[in-house]
């Protein structure tokens, strides 16, 4: 496995594989079994597999977790190897945002989102310019990786969205890239792995399982209605303070309009400072959809 950290290197290091079709996963690092899920997946479609690894301030609010996030380059490289990537792509600031902080840096057309250009929803709503951020970085990333395929978990389910949006709105600059969602990875408690999971307690832990429960709960609901007042009282019981515990159209993210439509249901809550997210699809109205792209 080869560690590049300069655009230059990366095209090299791409260029020299035998098959250069690429399957792309982009992380912030701090790697656990759900990104290595994804490598795999990126392992199965295609010759080369690059994994990027960069934490992006631009996707953090102010007072969010940037500087905390957990970096751990050492123990990323050792797994994202034993999960078969290729390339390992470790970029600096400046190799990412050329100019970063001058009005001559990297600019990114951020797509219209799924859920409504005028009422922004959930992760949206509550982390304003987070997807500007996201859709900024992965664009970049995109450009310098040229990837067939690039693989996102469904954790991030709007996120997930967002990214698909983006991709089919840009079909010129990247024609051949194929998004390909890949289903959440749980604990064995059923907490949905994630790398902010190392800031629980064991205390915080037992509680931020009432997420999961919620979810599964959801899943039993005729109505979104009953659903999301089942979730919120399984989430409140356990002192979480909640963003949102919704049910929405699986593909717009819009409030259900009709028990014939694809569902989800989402949930963020924060288990004292450590803020969760996570979803589920749920058999309200039809079968659950899972074609994004
Ligand atoms: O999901 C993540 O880890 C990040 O949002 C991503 C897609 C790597 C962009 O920084």
Redesign the pocket.
């Known amino acids: 496995m080869q560690v590049v950290t300069t655009d230059k290197n990366l095209r090299e290091a791409i260029g020299n594989r035998s098959d250069s079709s690429c399957g792309f996963v982009?992380?912030?690092g701090a790697l656990h079994e759900g990104h290595l899920a994804l490598i795999r997946r990126a392992v199965e479609l295609a010759g080369t597999v690059v994994v990027?690894i960069?934490?992006?301030p631009t996707?953090f609010g102010p007072g969010e977790d940037f500087q905390k996030y957990p970096r751990t380059l050492e123990a990323d490289l050792l797994a994202a190897e034993q999960a078969g990537a290729d390339i390992v792509f470790t970029p600096d600031l400046q190799t990412m945002y050329p100019g970063y902080g001058t009005p001559t840096g990297v600019t990114v057309d951020t797509p219209p989102l799924p859920a409504t250009a005028t009422e922004p929803a959930l992760e949206d709503y509550h982390r304003p310019g987070h997807f500007a951020?996201?859709c900024q970085?992965?664009a970049r990333?995109f450009d310098l990786v040229m990837p067939r395929f690039a693989v996102?978990?469904e954790k991030?389910y709007q996120?997930l969205l967002v990214?698909s949006a983006m991709v089919r709105a840009n079909d010129t600059r990247w024609p051949h890239l194929q998004v390909i969602a890949h289903p959440t990875l749980r604990d064995d408690d059923g907490l949905a792995m994630s790398?902010r999971n190392r800031y629980l307690t064991p205390a915080q832990r037992q509680r931020a399982l009432s997420v999961s429960r919620a979810l599964q709960t959801a899943s039993d609901c005729e109505t979104a209605e009953s659903a999301e007042s089942a979730m919120r009282s399984l989430l409140l019981a356990q002192n979480l303070v909640i963003d949102y515990a919704v049910v929405r159209h699986a593909r717009t993210l819009m409030p259900l309009r009709g028990t014939t439509e694809p569902a989800r249901a989402l949930i963020a809550a924060r288990v004292d400072s450590v803020r969760l997210i996570d979803n589920a699809p749920v058999a309200i109205g039809t079968r659950p959809d899972t074609s994004y792209t």
């Open positions: 982009p992380t912030m990027s960069f934490v992006n996707q951020g996201v970085v992965v990333l996102f978990g991030d996120q990214l790398s």
